[in-house]
């Protein structure tokens, strides 16, 4: 009997349980949730997820609808492939998908989701959207940087013209681009450049091995986010892999910022001794963040800093780059369009100089090719995941607190409802305003949009400009470029592109120009000052060459209270033989090919080759000589 009561009990507490899971759930998960495909227990819709994730999704959405219930694991995902969707979202439901879901990779490579990529919303990441927009990304910021696009393009046009002229030389641009963007992301935040044959110090190559790691780990799919359970094992090993290279990236940028301290300190000090310090110095965005942290301390700290650099680096240089290597593909799969750029270019800017960013603006056409670039091939075909904060409706439908929303930008812009010809490399559409609204969306939308978009198109702009002003392209082969897309957040080219490119006839003056002599070497820290860094051009001292030594523009003795004390003896020696040389003889090089201009190994820089000349007496010095 007693036996019997207590069964009794125990099936009534198992039916109780039962029932309550199962009213919480339903409370939870009301009818009108999205559509959804079937489940499997566990795992919810990860079977389904197959590479490329864009394209598994789009075809879910066709199936099931522009907004898609899925389960991955234990996370609830809302898929949306619509612009009303989109605009509904980030319009009146904007602060309540303002969050961002919680990962390994935002908790290791983003000091603990605190970028501005990663963080919650709430006051931490206000107050790095207004450092982002207002110092960092403002119009003025971004301008002030433009002679490092101009002469980080110039350098990548200087090696094109180098290696074109090789017979059928072949032009690597996926690693080109890729290096150009990094180069001018990590001047503007650092005032350093790691990537080119001349640099080959050891910073540049811990750098490189840092990026190499990151692209790694950012392609690899992750189960740990969806079964958190699997993080006490680590089950793919990859969070271990994480926390390795977030204290080899956390050394390095932290060594970044004591050097800038450093020197802002031996600035400091100079100012107290002489009053003027290193007022030149162009300031790096850590020097802005170093400048801001002293006034607030509290919330621009080392780890703040280092998290804005982390982030503006990685999505600054990587986005830019696809674009650049996905435009460039489609021009060459259609010369027809690359010749109508080459047209306007050639009307509006012509060859008397090459074309710079205002000249970018005017360029309507080149504009038109770059935006049905993003369309066809989004920086981001999945937009950063975001967080619902609370229970919410989307055209009526309920979405649960804490669903992942993931906005399918690649499906919305291949929409056949939406564009005419969608899979087609249209430029022309965008004559017509066809990508108005919440159709075209390379940077998001709301509050959350991406804050570097605008320098973004610019280096994007200025670096296709000029490789269509300057060059004539083809393909390698006569079959066309393959576009199958990579892994990875950014949607690489599975395969890298090559080229091969000559320089425009109207265009082989300008580019040799370029080439006449390294007055000052590439590799050293900071040559922004100077307007063109290559070129023998006497001209430029006419009325600067105090300021140009003392602003540190133009150093041959060094600096300080080290340099070289026989300087003013050099220059006399220098300067009278020089002078007398061309006062009393007429020169001529031996050839008619230029001097070899290579340097030679050595302290002091010597000729590679030794120098011969043929000479003559000038007639109006004959008889002073003899």
């Given at each position: 009997m007693e036996v019997s009561h207590w069964f009794n009990f125990a099936a009534l507490f198992f039916f109780f349980v039962l029932a309550s899971k199962l009213i919480i759930y339903k409370l939870r998960n009301p009818k009108n949730l999205?559509?959804?495909?079937?489940?499997?227990p566990i795992i919810g819709h990860l079977h389904l997820l197959k590479q490329p994730i864009h394209r598994t999704l789009c075809e879910l959405?066709?199936?099931?609808?522009?907004?898609?219930?899925?389960?991955?694991?234990?996370?609830?995902?809302?898929?949306?492939?619509?612009?009303?969707?989109?605009?509904?979202?980030?319009?009146?439901?904007?602060?309540?998908?303002?969050?961002?879901?919680?990962?390994?990779?935002?908790?290791?490579?983003?000091?603990?989701?605190?970028?501005?990529?990663?963080?919650?919303?709430?006051?931490?990441?206000?107050?790095?959207?207004?450092?982002t927009t207002i110092e960092l990304f403002s119009a003025s910021r971004v301008a002030s940087f433009s002679d490092i696009r101009k002469e980080e393009v110039q350098l990548l046009l200087k090696q094109l013209f180098r290696d074109s002229s090789k017979q059928q030389a072949k032009a690597g641009l996926t690693a080109s681009f890729m290096e150009l963007t990094f180069n001018v992301m990590m001047r503007m935040i650092a005032g350093k450049?790691?990537?080119?044959?001349?640099?080959?110090?050891?910073?540049?190559?811990?750098?490189?091995?840092?990026?190499?790691?990151?692209?790694?780990?950012?392609?690899?799919?992750?189960?740990?986010?969806?079964?958190?359970v699997l993080q006490w094992i680590d089950f793919q090993g990859l969070e271990k892999r994480m926390m390795g290279l977030k204290k080899k990236m956390d050394k390095f940028l932290q060594d970044l910022i004591e050097e800038h301290q450093k020197v802002r300190s031996q600035s400091s000090q100079s100012t107290k001794i002489t009053g003027l310090g290193n007022q030149k110095r162009n300031m790096t965005l850590i020097d802005v963040m170093l400048s801001l942290k002293e006034t607030e301390p509290e919330f621009y700290t080392d780890q703040t800093i280092k998290g804005v650099i982390m982030s503006t680096l990685t999505a600054g240089s990587q986005t830019s780059a696809a674009t650049l290597e996905w435009a460039m593909s489609l021009l060459l799969n259609n010369p027809e369009k690359m010749q109508k750029a080459s047209e306007e270019i050639d009307a509006i800017v012509g060859a008397e100089h090459i074309l710079d960013e205002v000249d970018v603006t005017k360029l309507s056409y080149l504009q038109n090719i770059i935006n049905e670039t993003f369309r066809?091939?989004?920086?981001?075909?999945?937009?950063?995941?975001?967080?619902?904060?609370?229970?919410?409706?989307?055209?009526?439908?309920?979405?649960?607190?804490?669903?992942?929303?993931?906005?399918?930008?690649?499906?919305?812009?291949?929409?056949?409802?939406?564009?005419?010809?969608?899979?087609?490399?249209?430029?022309?559409?965008?004559?017509?305003?066809?990508?108005?609204?919440?159709?075209?969306?390379?940077?998001?939308?709301?509050?959350?949009?991406?804050?570097?978009?605008?320098?973004?198109?610019?280096?994007?702009?200025?670096?296709?400009?000029?490789?269509?002003?300057?060059?004539?392209?083809?393909?390698?082969s006569k079959e066309e470029i393959n576009l199958t897309e990579g892994t990875g957040l950014t949607m690489p080219k599975a395969e890298p592109l090559e080229a091969?490119?000559?320089?425009?006839?109207?265009?082989?003056?300008?580019?040799?120009?370029?080439?006449?002599?390294?007055?000052?070497?590439?590799?050293?820290?900071?040559?922004?000052?100077?307007?063109?860094?290559?070129?023998?051009?006497?001209?430029?001292?006419?009325?600067?060459?105090?300021?140009?030594?003392?602003?540190?523009?133009?150093?041959?003795?060094?600096?300080?209270?080290?340099?070289?004390?026989?300087?003013?003896?050099?220059?006399?020696?220098?300067?009278?033989?020089?002078?007398?040389?061309?006062?009393?003889?007429?020169?001529?090089?031996?050839?008619?090919?230029?001097?070899?201009?290579?340097?030679?190994?050595?302290?002091?820089?010597?000729?590679?080759k030794p120098l011969k000349a043929m000479f003559e007496a000038r007639m109006s010095m004959i008889d002073v000589l003899a």
């Open positions: 999205p559509p959804s495909p079937p489940s499997r959405s066709k199936k099931y609808g522009d907004i898609l219930f899925l389960r991955f694991g234990t996370r609830k995902v809302l898929v949306i492939s619509s612009p009303s969707a989109v605009e509904e979202c980030f319009t009146r439901k904007d602060v309540i998908f303002a969050n961002r879901p919680r990962t390994l990779a935002g908790k290791h490579l983003n000091y603990n989701s605190t970028t501005m990529g990663f963080s919650s919303y709430g006051e931490h990441w206000r107050n790095l959207r207004r450092l450049r790691y990537y080119g044959k001349e640099v080959v110090d050891e910073e540049a190559r811990q750098f490189h091995n840092i990026i190499k790691e990151m692209e790694a780990l950012r392609g690899s799919s992750n189960m740990n986010d969806f079964f958190p066809l091939f989004p920086p981001a075909p999945l937009l950063l995941p975001h967080e619902s904060s609370e229970d919410c409706t989307i055209s009526g439908l309920h979405v649960p607190r804490g669903t992942m929303l993931l906005v399918n930008t690649w499906s919305i812009h291949r929409d056949t409802k939406l564009w005419v010809e969608p899979t087609k490399f249209m430029p022309e559409r965008f004559e017509g305003g066809e990508g108005e609204g919440y159709r075209l969306l390379p940077f998001g939308a709301g509050r959350r949009a991406c804050p570097g978009a605008g320098l973004a198109k610019r280096i994007i702009g200025l670096t296709l400009g000029v490789l269509i002003q300057c060059f004539e392209w083809d393909r390698v091969v490119c000559r320089p425009r006839q109207s265009m082989v003056n300008l580019l040799s120009s370029m080439s006449l002599l390294i007055r000052l070497h590439i590799n050293f820290e900071d040559f922004a000052s100077n307007s063109i860094a290559e070129g023998l051009i006497p001209p430029c001292y006419k009325t600067s060459l105090h300021r140009a030594i003392e602003c540190l523009e133009l150093i041959p003795f060094g600096v300080g209270r080290r340099s070289c004390p026989l300087a003013g003896l050099a220059n006399r020696v220098v300067g009278l033989a020089l002078a007398s040389l061309i006062q009393c003889f007429e020169w001529e090089r031996i050839r008619e090919d230029e001097v070899d201009m290579s340097e030679g190994s050595g302290i002091t820089m010597l000729k590679a």
